[in-house]
C-alpha cells in the first residue's frame, strides 16, 4: 500500500530535505543571477513549491530579497531550520489557489518552479499560476519553470541520475530513497504519470523500515507551458539552461 506523496512532504520533510540535497542549488541561482539584471536594489526571488528553499537559502546568502511558498508547514520549519532568512516571508499555502491572497503586494524578478513540480498542477491549475505570475513578476522580470524531460519520462526514468540517493540524518539515521521505485505508469487518458517512490531508513537504535508513496505527475511539456504562457501574456525566452539544470528541461518566461 503505498501513500500519497504529499504525506511525504508533511510528515518526512527532513528526510525529504536530506535526500534532495544533491544539487549544485549554487550554480542553479547563478544561472537565474544571469537572467534578471540586477534592479538597483537586491534582487527578489519568489521560491514556489520551495520545499527546504534550497534556491532561496542560496539566493539569501547571495544578498537576494527571498520569499517562497509550500503547502506544508513542516517543510516551512526545515527551511527556517537551514536558513531561510525571515520566517515571515516563506508562507504556507496551496498554489495557485491562495497564492494572490497569501502573498503581499510585491513584484519580483524572478518566480522559480524547480524540481518538476508543476507536475502537482493540472493545465487548468499550471494556466492561472502563469497569469498570477503575469501580475507578481516586475517588468522585465522572469518565471523558471524546471520541467520533466517527456522523453526521459516516457522511457520510464530509468537513466535519471537521481533514481537512488543516499543520505545520513543528523541523529545517524541513514537513508536510502528510490525515486522511481520501479514502473512508471501512465494513464490512459491523461499526460498524468503514478511514480512509486520508496524511502528505507535505517535508525542506530530502531532499525530498518520502508515506507512507500506515490508521487502522481502531470507532465507538462515545454512547448505546452510555452503555449499557455504566451496566452497568459509572458513571452519565451530563447536561452538554454541545462547546463545548471541537468537531467531536465527548463523554461524561461518573461513579463515585457
Ligand atoms: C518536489 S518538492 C520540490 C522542493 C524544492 N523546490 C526542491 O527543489 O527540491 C515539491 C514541493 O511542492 C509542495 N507542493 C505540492 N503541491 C503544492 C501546491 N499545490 N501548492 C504549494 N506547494 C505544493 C510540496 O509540499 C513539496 O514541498
Redesign the pocket.
Known amino acids: 500500500m503505498r501513500a500519497p ?2 504525506d511525504c ?2 510528515e518526512w ?1 527532513e528526510v ?1 530535505a536530506a535526500i ?1 540535497d544533491d ?1 549544485d542549488f549554487a550554480a542553479q541561482v547563478g544561472a537565474l543571477e544571469s537572467l534578471c539584471a540586477p534592479p538597483g536594489g537586491p534582487r527578489a526571488l519568489l ?9 532561496a537559502v542560496e539566493a539569501g546568502r547571495r544578498g537576494w530579497l527571498v520569499s517562497a ?4 508547514r513542516s ?1 516551512r520549519e526545515v527551511a527556517l531550520a537551514r536558513g531561510f532568512p525571515d520566517a515571515g516571508r516563506y508562507h504556507v ?6 497564492l494572490s491572497a497569501t502573498l503581499p503586494a510585491e513584484h519580483f524578478d524572478c518566480a ?6 508543476a507536475g ?2 493540472g493545465v487548468g ?1 499550471v494556466e492561472r499560476l502563469l497569469r498570477e505570475l503575469r501580475d507578481l513578476l516586475r517588468p522585465g522580470g522572469v518565471a523558471v519553470f ?1 520541467l520533466h524531460d517527456v522523453s526521459a519520462v516516457a522511457g520510464g526514468l530509468h537513466d535519471l541520475g537521481i533514481q537512488a540517493r543516499t543520505a545520513t540524518l543528523a541523529d545517524g539515521t541513514r537513508i536510502e530513497c528510490y525515486w522511481p521505485d520501479g514502473r512508471v505508469v501512465w494513464s490512459a487518458d491523461d499526460y498524468v504519470v503514478e511514480m512509486p517512490v520508496r524511502i528505507e531508513t535505517d535508525h542506530p537504535t530502531s532499525g530498518r523500515s520502508t515506507s512507500r508513496f506515490a ?1 502522481v505527475e502531470h507532465i507538462h511539456s515545454a512547448a505546452s507551458v510555452r503555449r499557455l504562457a504566451e496566452r497568459a501574456g509572458l513571452s519565451v525566452v530563447d536561452e538554454d539552461l541545462r547546463c545548471a539544470f541537468p537531467e531536465s528541461t527548463p523554461v524561461i518566461l518573461r513579463k515585457g
Request: aromatic residues 16%; glycine residues 2%.
Open positions: 506523496i504529499e512532504y508533511h520533510a525529504y534532495a544539487r521560491d514556489l513549491f520551495a520545499g527546504p528553499a534550497y534556491h511558498v509550500d503547502a506544508s517543510m499555502c496551496a498554489v495557485p489557489d491562495d522559480l518552479v524547480s524540481r518538476y513540480s502537482y498542477l491549475d524546471e508521487s
